[in-house]
Protein backbone atom coordinates (compact mmCIF):
# COMPACT_ATOMS: atom_id res chain seq x y z
CA UNK A 1 0.00 0.00 0.00
CA UNK A 2 1.18 3.25 -1.20
CA UNK A 3 2.00 6.36 2.00
CA UNK A 4 -1.11 8.91 1.63
CA UNK A 5 -0.19 12.06 -0.07
CA UNK A 6 1.29 15.15 2.38
CA UNK A 7 -0.72 17.69 2.05
CA UNK A 8 1.83 20.65 1.83
CA UNK A 9 3.88 18.82 -0.70
CA UNK A 10 3.88 20.94 -3.82
CA UNK A 11 1.84 19.83 -6.76
CA UNK A 12 3.51 19.54 -10.50
CA UNK A 13 2.54 21.91 -13.49
CA UNK A 14 2.39 25.90 -14.00
CA UNK A 15 0.03 28.11 -11.33
CA UNK A 16 -2.39 30.29 -12.50
CA UNK A 17 -0.27 33.01 -11.20
CA UNK A 18 2.80 32.13 -12.80
CA UNK A 19 1.16 31.94 -16.27
CA UNK A 20 -0.43 35.76 -15.20
CA UNK A 21 3.16 36.69 -14.84
CA UNK A 22 4.92 34.95 -17.97
CA UNK A 23 2.03 36.16 -20.50
CA UNK A 24 1.99 39.82 -18.68
CA UNK A 25 5.50 40.06 -19.46
CA UNK A 26 5.39 38.95 -22.94
CA UNK A 27 2.85 41.91 -23.28
CA UNK A 28 5.39 44.07 -21.99
CA UNK A 29 7.88 43.00 -24.39
CA UNK A 30 5.56 42.77 -27.38
CA UNK A 31 4.47 46.89 -26.51
CA UNK A 32 8.18 47.76 -26.42
CA UNK A 33 8.92 45.88 -29.89
CA UNK A 34 5.97 47.89 -31.77
CA UNK A 35 7.19 51.09 -30.06
CA UNK A 36 10.85 50.69 -31.52
CA UNK A 37 9.53 49.55 -34.62
CA UNK A 38 7.20 52.40 -34.84
CA UNK A 39 9.92 54.49 -33.81
CA UNK A 40 12.08 53.57 -36.45
CA UNK A 41 9.61 54.01 -39.46
CA UNK A 42 8.88 57.13 -38.40
CA UNK A 43 12.52 58.12 -38.58
CA UNK A 44 13.01 56.90 -41.61
CA UNK A 45 10.12 58.83 -43.16
CA UNK A 46 11.34 61.79 -41.60
CA UNK A 47 15.17 61.09 -43.13
CA UNK A 48 13.40 60.47 -46.49
CA UNK A 49 11.38 63.37 -46.31
CA UNK A 50 14.19 66.05 -45.11
CA UNK A 51 16.12 64.23 -48.53
CA UNK A 52 13.13 65.32 -50.53
CA UNK A 53 13.42 68.98 -49.22
CA UNK A 54 17.16 69.27 -49.49
CA UNK A 55 16.55 68.28 -53.22
CA UNK A 56 14.08 70.60 -54.09
CA UNK A 57 15.84 73.36 -52.15
CA UNK A 58 19.19 72.65 -54.01
CA UNK A 59 17.60 72.51 -57.35
CA UNK A 60 15.31 76.22 -56.55
CA UNK A 61 18.69 78.06 -55.95
CA UNK A 62 20.35 76.33 -58.68
CA UNK A 63 17.80 77.80 -60.95
CA UNK A 64 17.38 80.92 -59.53
CA UNK A 65 21.37 81.57 -59.53
CA UNK A 66 21.54 80.73 -62.99
CA UNK A 67 18.65 83.12 -64.05
CA UNK A 68 20.09 86.00 -62.24
CA UNK A 69 23.31 85.35 -63.53
CA UNK A 70 22.10 85.46 -67.08
CA UNK A 71 20.47 89.25 -66.23
CA UNK A 72 20.87 91.10 -69.66
CA UNK A 73 19.24 94.52 -68.65
CA UNK A 74 17.09 94.38 -71.82
CA UNK A 75 13.72 96.03 -70.93
CA UNK A 76 10.84 93.63 -70.92
CA UNK A 77 7.30 94.78 -71.35
CA UNK A 78 4.18 91.50 -70.96
CA UNK A 79 0.70 92.70 -73.24
CA UNK A 80 -1.15 91.42 -70.32
CA UNK A 81 0.36 93.66 -67.90
CA UNK A 82 -0.42 97.17 -66.85
CA UNK A 83 3.81 97.59 -65.30
CA UNK A 84 4.58 99.08 -68.82
CA UNK A 85 8.29 98.54 -70.02
CA UNK A 86 10.76 97.23 -66.97
CA UNK A 87 14.25 96.15 -66.86
CA UNK A 88 14.14 94.88 -63.51
CA UNK A 89 11.78 94.57 -61.21
CA UNK A 90 12.19 93.71 -57.37
CA UNK A 91 9.99 93.98 -54.34
CA UNK A 92 8.39 92.41 -51.92
CA UNK A 93 5.73 89.63 -52.98
CA UNK A 94 3.03 91.78 -54.16
CA UNK A 95 -1.25 91.48 -54.26
CA UNK A 96 -0.68 88.83 -57.40
CA UNK A 97 2.25 87.31 -56.00
CA UNK A 98 5.10 88.57 -57.97
CA UNK A 99 8.79 89.18 -56.31
CA UNK A 100 10.52 89.60 -59.58
CA UNK A 101 10.55 90.18 -63.52
CA UNK A 102 13.80 90.26 -65.49
CA UNK A 103 15.27 88.92 -69.08
CA UNK A 104 17.82 86.54 -69.34
CA UNK A 105 20.25 85.18 -72.05
CA UNK A 106 21.28 82.09 -72.60
CA UNK A 107 18.22 80.29 -73.83
CA UNK A 108 18.68 76.99 -76.01
CA UNK A 109 17.86 77.67 -79.58
CA UNK A 110 18.15 74.26 -80.91
CA UNK A 111 18.38 73.02 -84.40
CA UNK A 112 19.19 76.79 -85.49
CA UNK A 113 15.40 77.55 -85.17
CA UNK A 114 14.93 81.02 -85.71
CA UNK A 115 13.76 82.69 -82.27
CA UNK A 116 14.75 85.13 -79.91
CA UNK A 117 17.88 83.81 -77.30
CA UNK A 118 16.20 86.33 -75.08
CA UNK A 119 13.84 84.86 -72.05
CA UNK A 120 11.32 87.02 -69.73
CA UNK A 121 11.28 85.16 -66.07
CA UNK A 122 9.33 85.98 -63.54
CA UNK A 123 9.05 84.73 -59.78
CA UNK A 124 6.46 84.81 -57.59
CA UNK A 125 5.18 83.74 -54.49
CA UNK A 126 1.92 81.90 -53.86
CA UNK A 127 -0.15 80.10 -51.73
CA UNK A 128 2.85 79.16 -49.83
CA UNK A 129 5.05 78.18 -53.02
CA UNK A 130 7.88 79.95 -55.14
CA UNK A 131 7.00 80.03 -58.81
CA UNK A 132 8.85 80.55 -61.74
CA UNK A 133 7.49 81.39 -64.64
CA UNK A 134 9.40 81.66 -68.20
CA UNK A 135 8.25 83.28 -71.69
CA UNK A 136 10.52 82.35 -74.94
CA UNK A 137 10.52 86.11 -75.35
CA UNK A 138 10.98 89.61 -73.60
CA UNK A 139 7.99 90.45 -74.80
CA UNK A 140 5.50 88.35 -74.07
CA UNK A 141 1.98 88.38 -75.94
CA UNK A 142 -1.14 86.06 -75.29
CA UNK A 143 -0.27 83.49 -78.25
CA UNK A 144 3.43 83.65 -76.32
CA UNK A 145 3.83 80.07 -74.54
CA UNK A 146 4.66 80.30 -70.94
CA UNK A 147 5.97 77.46 -68.47
CA UNK A 148 5.36 77.59 -64.88
CA UNK A 149 7.57 75.64 -62.18
CA UNK A 150 7.04 75.13 -58.97
CA UNK A 151 10.15 75.48 -57.24
CA UNK A 152 9.40 75.51 -53.47
CA UNK A 153 6.64 74.76 -51.09
CA UNK A 154 6.08 74.24 -47.47
CA UNK A 155 6.61 78.21 -47.61
CA UNK A 156 5.28 80.88 -44.83
CA UNK A 157 7.07 83.97 -46.46
CA UNK A 158 9.66 85.05 -48.62
CA UNK A 159 11.28 88.53 -48.06
CA UNK A 160 13.94 90.08 -50.71
CA UNK A 161 15.71 93.24 -50.72
CA UNK A 162 18.45 94.27 -53.25
CA UNK A 163 20.99 96.52 -53.12
CA UNK A 164 24.50 97.99 -55.03
CA UNK A 165 28.08 97.88 -52.86
CA UNK A 166 26.64 98.41 -49.12
CA UNK A 167 22.97 99.28 -50.09
CA UNK A 168 20.17 97.38 -49.54
CA UNK A 169 16.58 98.52 -49.84
CA UNK A 170 13.32 96.39 -50.13
CA UNK A 171 12.10 97.36 -53.71
CA UNK A 172 14.10 98.43 -56.63
CA UNK A 173 12.83 99.13 -60.87
CA UNK A 174 14.35 99.46 -63.74
CA UNK A 175 12.95 101.19 -66.31
CA UNK A 176 15.26 101.37 -69.13
CA UNK A 177 15.68 104.25 -70.21
CA UNK A 178 19.38 104.17 -68.91
CA UNK A 179 19.42 106.62 -65.68
CA UNK A 180 18.76 104.12 -63.13
CA UNK A 181 21.23 101.48 -62.29
CA UNK A 182 20.21 97.74 -62.02
CA UNK A 183 21.12 96.19 -58.66
CA UNK A 184 23.68 94.13 -58.32
CA UNK A 185 22.99 92.03 -56.01
CA UNK A 186 19.89 90.41 -53.89
CA UNK A 187 19.23 88.59 -50.87
CA UNK A 188 16.12 86.10 -50.28
CA UNK A 189 15.05 84.92 -46.89
CA UNK A 190 12.61 81.42 -47.38
CA UNK A 191 10.90 80.82 -44.20
CA UNK A 192 9.45 77.42 -43.61
CA UNK A 193 8.84 78.04 -40.12
CA UNK A 194 9.17 79.89 -37.49
CA UNK A 195 12.80 78.48 -36.42
CA UNK A 196 13.54 77.20 -40.16
CA UNK A 197 14.87 79.52 -42.63
CA UNK A 198 17.42 79.72 -44.98
CA UNK A 199 19.03 83.02 -46.55
CA UNK A 200 20.53 83.47 -49.70
CA UNK A 201 22.50 85.70 -51.97
CA UNK A 202 23.45 86.05 -55.63
CA UNK A 203 25.41 88.42 -57.82
CA UNK A 204 22.90 89.99 -60.35
CA UNK A 205 24.33 89.83 -64.12
CA UNK A 206 28.02 90.21 -64.02
CA UNK A 207 27.29 92.14 -60.48
CA UNK A 208 27.86 95.46 -62.12
Request: aromatic share 6%; charged share 20%.
Amino acid sequence: MSAPRHPCRSQSGVTLVETLIALFVIALMATAGAVMTNQSLRGARAVETRGNAASEISIALGILSADLAAYTGRPSEDAASTDGPLAFSGHPPRHDGRLMVFVRNGWDNPMGEIRSDLQRVEYLFSNGALIRRSWAAPDPVAATPMVEETLLTGLQSVQARFGRTETWQEEWRVTGAGDDPAPQKVELTFTFAPDDTLTARYLIGAGA
